[in-house]
């Protein structure tokens, strides 16, 4: 069984920052390509950011310049810093593959940016 652990989100103002991580099962890490991914309630739950191993990260246009994805290899996570957020930030936010496996969703982590 995969286990994919989000941690980090939390109420915050607009304008400020928080740090998401997913804590990957060793058996998975590996892998090409780990993302983020938003589900705000009512609407579908859509990438915001990937990262690769053999290329520049991706990052959906409104978290551009805001948000860094990254990977980090001691501690076996993915990580998100999240700047300057807004309140269209707000949202459940699981990582996953790309494209994701149905059996690897985690329990998210919520995020709830006031205006």
Not at 39 to 66: F, H, L, W
């Amino acid at each position: 069984q995969v286990h994919l652990v989000e941690s980090g989100g939390d109420l915050v103002q607009a304008g400020g920052s928080l740090r998401l991580t997913c804590t990957i099962d060793k058996s998975i890490f590996n892998i090409n390509r780990w993302c983020w991914y938003r589900q705000a309630a009512g609407q579908s739950r859509d990438m915001v950011a990937c990262e690769t191993i053999y290329d520049q990260p991706r990052y959906v246009n409104s978290v551009k310049g805001r948000f860094t994805i990254s990977r980090d290899y001691a501690r076996r996570q993915s990580t998100l810093q999240m700047n300057n957020l807004k309140a269209e930030d707000t949202g459940v936010y699981y990582c996953n593959a790309d494209p994701p496996y149905t059996d690897w969703w985690g329990q998210g982590t919520q995020v709830t940016v006031s205006s």
